[in-house]
């Protein structure tokens, strides 16, 4: 392929279209037409041979060529802009007009948000902040597409060339009421979990699924029976303060949430062997070219969050 022959400018269109995964949007971003981005997209489809996107509901799906292609022209792209764009700085403290959009799920609503938004106003006083639910099954279009600038939480789906800042360590406990009937009898293992009936977190707008501890379950030939779900996870300790339900959620959220006096912690059990998790901030591409993102995903992983590193 002669590259004099080839129109650079339909790559920025693909990348946007790659991210956006919808002509409309990607124009609004690029600021064309719709009918300017179909005709690229067209000359796209030409270029490489192949359809790169088609049609699923209201937007577009790569096809696995765009996959592949998106691989190799990010990285050439985004070493193009860095070279045009002249260096900038962003000061927090006179910053003004500009808001920050975070996704985060109800344990970084719990844990992470009171810090974050603490040191936020006293910093960039000037700044605005916009708290979305952190929705798993779309956070990597999200970010991508820039409706959202950094996601907050524990195993939070990412690709290559996005940033991913460990915050800090986070473990899980089990709890269990005080008053409960057979935990008083009967010495605690894995055949009492199994057996016990659980109340679980389990939002049903995130993607999120029951998780490693079923996952390890599953490999152990096990199944534990949920006898209630619930959406908001700072549920757990009163339900189980109250019945005979047990729970196993976070350790900082059960240390925040759950009363001594009415419930017990107890440590899972051996044969689960699940390690600690680490808790991300997972951004976008684009906060190593924004100024003020970068000085955000820095600010908060030196916060001081007084857990394990």
Known sequence: MNLSSVDLNLLVVFEVLYQTRNVTAAGGRLNRAQPSVSNALSRLRLLFDDPLFTRSGGGMLPTARAHQLMLQIHPVLEQIHQTLTPPTRFDPATASQRRFR???????????????????RQDAPGIDIRVSRLDRRNVVQQLES????????????AVKGMLVQPLF????????????????????????????PHALYAPSDDGSARGIIDRRLAELGLERRVAATFSH???LPAVVAGSDLIATLALSVASQFADPAKVRFLPLPAELAVSTFSIDLVAGRQARRDPALTWLCDTLTQLNWGKSE
């Not at 985060?104 to 609503?109: L, P, Q, S, T």
């Not at 089990?174 to 409960?180: E, K, L, N, V």
């Not at 008083?184 to 057996?195: C, D, F, I, K, T």
Request: negative net charge; charged residues 15%; hydrophobic residues 45%.
């Open 169 to 196: 360590t986070e473990s899980f406990t089990c709890i269990a009421s005080r008053h409960h009937p057979r935990l008083a009898a009967e010495s605690w293992g894995l055949a009492q979990y199994v057996g016990l």
């Open 233 to 235: 996870i700072v549920a």
């Open 102 to 120: 975070l996704a985060a799920g109800d344990y970084a609503d719990i844990t992470l948000l009171p810090t974050i938004i603490s040191r936020l």
């Open 146 to 157: 820039g409706e959202i600038d950094v996601a907050l939480g524990g195993h939070i789906e």
